[in-house]
T-cell receptor, first 111, second 111 residues
Framework: AAGVIQSPRHLIKEKRETATLKCYPI?????VYWYQQGPGQDPQFLIS???????DKGSIPDRFSAQQFSDYHSELNMSSLELGDSALYFC??????????FGSGTRLTVV | KQEVTQIPAALSVPEGENLVLNCSFT??????LQWFRQDPGKGLTSLLL?????REQTSGRLNASLDKSSGRSTLYIAASQPGDSATYLC??????????FGAGTRLTVKP
């Protein structure tokens, strides 16, 4: 069965650089969520999109932005990266069945 | 404020024991509740999804219950095995399409 695809799986960036994470939801899922999980911490909600519109905003820094495109994939753009941005970034999608499905995450390391 | 709390934060049991993980939520206007498993550094794996109209779901040695009126869910694991060692996360989906995670219970099953 198709799953949520996140790319890249791993990413290493230097401080002050920019990173873009991508999320491809399950077909027919119209809602995408982004979560950030720091080492030893529970996932923190960043932002969500429903039908290409931002539906909710959590603890997302101003240096980050995100959008959902016409094909429902979403991108999380992170600028002026800081060491503290090193984390596992999860994307999840849901649709009418509200059965949440998570991607395997992107591990971002800022050096 | 929509909060999700998991108790205990950590649990260590000998192999073969039955155990219960607890999840409580402050807002009863939920759409569904989902239990996830997370292995270190890996993505989340969905275990059980309970819709708000349901009382419980079972899958193998796992049984999850939901009591909306009291704002509680339990995950029961029968005959625990060392391979069950992981962090178990409870996630609540609210009627406004928002989702909140608990902080997780870190389970260790000793051989």
């Amino acid at each position: 069965a198709a799953g949520v695809i996140q790319s890249p799986r791993h990413l290493i960036k230097e401080k002050r650089e920019t990173a873009t994470l991508k999320c491809y939801p399950i077909p027919r899922h119209d809602t995408v969520y982004w979560y950030q999980q720091g080492p030893g911490q529970d996932p923190q909600f960043l932002i969500s999109f429903y039908e290409k519109m931002q539906s909710d905003k959590g603890s997302i820094p101003d240096r980050f932005s995100a959008q959902q495109f016409s094909d429902y994939h979403s991108e999380l753009n992170m600028s002026s990266l800081e060491l503290g941005d090193s984390a596992l970034y999860f994307c999840a999608s849901t649709g009418e069945d509200y059965g949440y499905t998570f991607g395997s995450g992107t591990r971002l390391t800022v050096v | 404020k929509q909060e999700v709390t998991q108790i205990p934060a950590a649990l260590s049991v000998p192999e073969g024991e039955n155990l219960v993980l607890n999840c409580s939520f402050t807002d009863s206007a939920i759409y569904n509740l989902q239990w996830f498993r997370q292995d270190p550094g890996k993505g989340l794996t969905s275990l059980l999804l309970i819709q708000s109209s349901q009382r419980e779901q079972t899958s193998g040695r796992l049984n999850a219950s939901l009591d909306k009126s009291s704002g509680r869910s339990t995950l029961y694991i029968a005959a625990s095995q060392p391979g069950d060692s992981a962090t178990y996360l409870c996630a609540v989906v609210y009627n406004n399409n928002d989702m909140r995670f608990g902080a997780g219970t870190r389970l260790t099953v000793k051989p």
